[in-house]
């Protein structure tokens, strides 16, 4: 039933900016921690970002100055704003929810656990 969408990736020159954003859908009442992973051909998944749902903030080492995560709730979106790209940040980038809370009169109260996002693109050039 939940679902998350990824958007705004796309290929930039490096020291360029690019901002993506994720859609949360489904019978949703309460988002726990979202985040961002990356990954890049025959590299291991690395987490990029993340917000818990009081807004508290974390983010690798790699992006610490150059990438802010937020959240809007109302929305039910979560952003990664990118600035000072370099080639290094080339991946596809996947939105994450470690849970969900959903109600729905058939279902009633559920967690969904570990929902991710179908990933966008984000190339950087030199």
């Known amino acids: 039933q939940v679902q998350l969408v990824e958007s705004g990736g796309g290929l930039v020159q490096a020291g360029g900016s690019l901002k993506l954003s994720c859609q949360a859908s489904?019978?949703?009442?309460?988002?726990?921690?979202m985040g961002w992973y990356r990954q890049a051909p025959g590299k291991q998944s690395e987490l990029v970002a993340k917000i818990t749902s009081d807004g508290s903030t974390n983010y690798a080492d790699s992006v610490k100055g150059r990438f802010t995560i937020s959240r809007d709730n109302n929305k039910k979106t979560t952003s990664l704003q990118m600035n000072s790209l370099k080639p290094e940040d080339t991946a596809k980038y996947y939105c994450?929810?470690?849970?969900?809370?959903?109600?729905?009169?058939?279902?009633?109260?559920?967690?969904?656990?570990?929902?991710w996002g179908q990933g966008t693109q984000v190339t950087v050039s030199s």
């Open positions: 489904g019978s949703i009442v309460h988002i726990n921690n």
């Open positions: 994450y929810v470690d849970w969900i809370l959903t109600f729905d009169q058939a279902r009633g109260t559920k967690k969904e656990f570990d929902t």
